[in-house]
């Protein structure tokens, strides 16, 4: 309140010191002078104002909005530190993401690679037996065909010899040869 008065005060003799020219006439402290009377008014207006605590209204309407403001303050920093930290949080993520990301396409391009690498095995694999098969197939044919000619040669000697024998062999020996034959068969089956 002291604060308050000093400025009033000071007010009120640089008021009655610095009259104007054309002011009222005669003595300050006089109700007919203009000056003295706006003063009055003043230190009344001034007085009620402290009469029912204006200025402490004030004040503490300005206290409140200052906490208010402080409030928000403190409330906008604690969420800027949040933002940062979700941010730091979300940075984080996105670079352990990233690795893994590129672990995974890494492990892919691995992965591809041994497929092809064993795809080329199998296909040399598979090629490999199908040549053996066919391999096979022909020692098989060529077997068979081996066989074919050896039966006809077989068979194309059998008959020439049958003709040869027959022209050159007499009834006597041929009946020799029929039950040694015959007794052959016999001890072979017995």
Not at 109 to 126: H, P, T, W
Not at 142 to 147: D, H, L, N, Q
């Amino acid at each position: 309140m002291r604060n308050i008065l000093a400025p009033v005060l000071s007010l009120v003799l640089i008021a009655g010191v610095a009259s104007p020219a054309l002011a009222a006439s005669g003595p300050f402290f006089s109700l007919k002078n203009t000056d003295f009377v706006v003063t009055i008014a003043f230190l009344v207006f001034i007085a009620v104002l402290f009469y029912f605590k204006v200025p402490s209204m004030i004040g503490g309407a300005l206290d409140k909005r200052a906490e208010g403001i402080q409030s928000d303050l403190d409330e906008a920093r604690k969420l800027r530190e949040e933002a940062q930290s979700l941010l730091a949080s979300f940075e984080r993520k996105q670079k352990e993401m990233q690795g893994q990301a590129d672990a995974i396409v890494a492990a892919a391009k691995e992965e591809a690679q041994r497929s092809a690498e064993q795809a080329k095995v199998d296909l040399e694999a598979s090629i490999a037996r199908r040549l053996a098969a066919a391999q096979d197939q022909i020692a098989s044919a060529e077997a068979a065909a081996v066989k074919d000619v050896r039966d006809r040669a077989i068979a194309i000697a059998v008959a020439a010899a049958g003709d040869v024998i027959a022209s050159s062999m007499t009834a006597a020996e041929a009946n020799k040869l029929i039950d040694a034959g015959i007794a052959d068969a016999g001890a072979k089956l017995h």
